[in-house]
């Protein structure tokens, strides 16, 4: 394959409003598994001394790795494949787009976010590490007959492998 063709762009989600509360729900979840369970050891006159470190340094090494999310932008031949890495381990595949069939790339600027909301869209895809992020771009594409968004933060060369495949890219100045 050729290696103009192939790139691969990795962004680390960056915790915002509504993430750092979740991700501080998860934290309290996750430290009150071995307090919950020390508490269960009192109740059953169990010796909790010994059981505790090793059930909080298990839940921990086990939970703690999943608050690093990033997601991860791969363009292969034509096809856009986008992924959530949890804690640098746990792959998950999330989206995979023709290139070629999306009706719109361009950049997400104010007058594109009033255009999106004149669309009719069904779903919004949000792979970027933060909506204030520079260089973020959307794709609006078809999926079973509705339409769908996917807003992705793209580089120089993504931009110029979007572009080959695609003439409707738009494209911008980017950072990178």
């Known amino acids: 394959m050729h290696e103009s063709n192939t790139y691969e762009f990795v ?7 509504m993430r750092k509360l979740k ?6 979840a996750v430290l009150s598994v071995p307090i919950g ?5 009192l109740a059953l006159q169990l010796y909790p001394v010994v059981i505790l470190p090793l059930s909080f340094l298990g839940v921990v090494l086990y939970f703690w790795k999943l ?19 949890n804690g640098s381990i746990r792959r998950k595949k999330l989206l995979e787009l023709t290139i070629k069939e999306m009706h719109e790339i361009a950049p997400y600027t104010d007058d594109a976010k009033a255009h999106l909301e004149t669309l009719p ?15 973020i771009y959307y794709a609006v594409f078809e999926q079973d007959k509705e ?13 110029h492998i979007l572009h080959y495949y695609n003439g409707v890219t738009k494209m911008s100045k980017v950072s990178r």
């Not at 363009?75 to 890495?85: A, Q, V």
């Open 147 to 159: 339409l769908h968004v996917v807003y992705f933060e793209a580089t120089e060369k993504a931009l």
């Open 11 to 17: 962004v680390a989600e960056k915790p915002t409003g």
């Open 121 to 135: 869209l069904v779903k919004n895809h949000v792979y970027v590490s933060t909506m204030a992020a520079d260089d």
């Open 67 to 85: 608050f690093n999310v990033e997601f991860e932008y791969s363009l292969t031949s034509g096809i856009m494949t986008f992924s959530r890495i």
């Open 23 to 28: 991700k501080t729900f998860y934290r309290l």
């Open 37 to 41: 369970f020390a508490i269960l050891c």
